[in-house]
């Protein structure tokens, strides 16, 4: 299989029987399960979907609507944190995060292993 970014082999992108995007995502995964093991966040979630614009009909034809998945949600101290690990920040990536923060104003959103 051809990848655009280096994540390495699927094999080493797995954990646990789930196969993560990527080495840092999955890595991310096994501190969160730490964390979440020790009380400091709760309800760990992965792929948590957010609708950013519903489908719907125009002349007719349906238009598929469009979702954006976060790699993590989960509670730290009563907040809910949607949490995404970026190597690489797409133009497509960056397009649905600001749809994200405008709809949903309310999330703590942060970014880990984000390029600066």
């Known amino acids: 299989m051809y990848s655009k970014y280096n994540v390495g082999s699927k094999e080493t992108r797995t954990y646990n029987g789930i196969t993560f ?6 890595k991310r995964y096994t501190e969160l399960l730490l964390l979440q093991k020790a009380g400091a966040i709760s309800d760990l979630r992965l792929q948590t979907p957010f609708e950013l614009i519903k489908t719907f009909k125009y002349k007719g034809k349906t238009i598929r609507g469009s979702k954006y998945y976060a790699d993590f949600t989960y509670y730290e101290n009563g907040n809910y944190v949607v949490e995404d690990v970026k190597g690489v920040k797409t133009a497509l990536y960056q397009e649905k995060k600001k749809e994200l923060l405008t709809k949903y104003p309310e999330i703590d959103f942060r970014e880990t292993g984000a390029a600066k």
Do not use: G, T
């Open 21 to 26: 995007d990527s080495k840092a995502e999955m």
